[in-house]
């Protein structure tokens, strides 16, 4: 086998260099110099185009012919909805999260369920195959026709895979997995980057359906480079305290669906079990009514979740009083307070405000900005809402109501939950009344305030 050339790559601006050095000659940066592969250089023929000739062509628009992906299920139905309908043969998916959170489960979950009608290859370089099946059994899971490898080395499970010709692979980790052309050690940017575009570029030649796991550093952001989650076509974080038996999976990025969408599981002794209704994990009924609770109408994807804000104001004996949330936007509080007090003329400035997205749901929508203040209001008072009010609208700082996305079907949601009552924008007013929900339309903050009194 012929010695493969190495070359040093700038992360900071492509540069490349035959030695490794402290210090960018183009850009100045110090120790950004990685190891990578050297691009193979073809034959010159004597023209500057020498080595393309019949390789690609150029297509007029009108000749291309669209056919519907045909799509798998993975028997999950949670998933199915994250993946944007199910699984498409040729595509590559990376899966990110915290240590613990079940990504291993899941896709061992997934194989074992599609195995029977499938073929499928379980590839592991973390785990020895025992540990693998005595998971399998732990769970429960079919496994004679679960297929399985322990490996490292991104040549060699190339080379097995072309062998058994699987239908959906899985790569646990990305992270472990090495090349032989690089020097470097596992897991750093270029082994990463390198294993991953022969992993991608085999999964499109041969229409394999790829699930790669990958690891998050401390702040929740898939390790290693980001061109990795650019050569994939769908990118899923899996969300969740690991001392909560919840988990959600969100889609970051999916070529074959929509962005943002969410699948909710709950861990239990058989592995992750699909949750359908999951309104039902982020509402809590209180026994009686408390002040600083109320309930919004969020919109992942295509779905419409309902989920409980609450709220804490409690006076402050700091020189700048405290603005912590979870699960919403530090920034967007202050804001609002500001608002509240430039157009309700209700000042805070003394008080430490506290707000809790209740399940450990992450909002990033503007849809939570009236519910928001009705929680600080409610709690600043301290006088309850009322239990079967729904609230959700964005909040300008000329201190009007801005309408969102998908009003009705908002709406709808809350009615089916049993909801009797709505404050919304008066642009998401529903066109033809929703039985049992009486919905109040409002333009100014003034306006959905005044309702409260």
Not at 218 to 246: C, I
Not at 280 to 297: D, N, Y
Request: glycine share 8%; charged share 20%; hydrophobic share 40%.
């Amino acid at each position: 086998m012929a010695k493969v050339r190495v070359e040093y790559l700038c992360r900071e601006c492509g540069a490349r260099f035959p030695k490794w050095s402290g210090q960018c000659a183009d850009c100045g940066e110090w120790n950004c110099l990685e190891e990578a592969a050297a691009p193979t250089q073809k034959a010159d023929t004597g023209s500057r185009f020498a080595g393309y000739a019949g390789e690609s062509a150029i297509t007029s628009a009108s000749d291309i012919t669209l056919q519907e992906e045909p799509r798998t299920t993975t028997r999950l139905s949670e998933l199915d909805r994250v993946l944007g309908g199910g699984l498409v043969y040729g595509s590559v998916t990376l899966l990110g999260g915290d240590p613990g959170i079940g990504k291993s489960t899941l896709l061992l979950q997934c194989l074992a369920n599609l195995s029977a009608a499938n073929k499928t290859l379980y590839v592991t370089g973390e785990e020895s195959l025992q540990q693998v099946i005595l998971r399998a059994r732990r769970l429960n899971l079919p496994e004679q026709d679960l297929r399985l490898l322990t490996e490292t080395c991104v040549e060699k499970v190339i080379a097995l895979a072309a062998q058994e010709k699987p239908q959906i692979m899985v790569i646990d980790s990305i992270q472990t997995i090495y090349t032989e052309t690089l020097q470097s050690a596992p897991g750093s940017v270029s082994q990463v980057r390198e294993s991953s575009a022969r992993l991608v570029r085999f999964a499109k030649q041969t229409g394999t359906a790829l699930f790669v796991v990958g690891h998050v550093t401390k702040e929740g952001a898939l390790a290693g480079p980001r061109v990795l989650e650019h050569m994939v076509d769908t990118v899923l974080y899996f969300e969740g305290d690991p001392s909560s038996r919840y988990r959600v999976i969100r889609a970051v990025k999916n070529r074959f669906g929509a962005v943002n969408e969410l699948g909710v599981f709950a861990m239990g002794e058989k592995g992750l079990q699909v949750v359908s209704n999951p309104s039902a994990i982020f509402l809590s009924r209180h026994p009686q009514p408390v002040s600083g609770s109320v309930i919004m109408v969020t919109r992942e994807g295509t779905r419409s979740i309902l989920v409980e804000a609450q709220a804490l104001v409690a006076e402050s004996h700091l020189g700048n009083p405290r603005r912590v949330t979870l699960g919403l936007e530090q920034n967007r509080l202050s804001m609002l307070l500001a608002v509240l007090h430039r157009h309700a003329g209700i000042a805070m400035f003394d008080q430490d405000v506290y707000l809790n997205v209740v399940g450990g749901m992450r909002i990033s929508e503007t849809a939570a900005d009236l519910a928001t203040i009705f929680a600080t209001l409610s709690s600043f008072r301290d006088r309850p809402l009322d239990a079967n009010l729904i609230v959700f609208g964005e909040v300008g700082l000329a201190g009007e109501v801005r309408p969102v996305s998908n009003g009705e079907e908002r709406l709808q949601e809350a009615a089916k939950h049993g909801f009797e009552t709505a404050i919304v924008p008066h642009a998401n007013l529903p066109r033809k009344p929703i039985p049992g929900l009486k919905v109040t339309g409002v333009n100014r903050l003034a306006e959905a305030l005044d309702l409260l009194d």
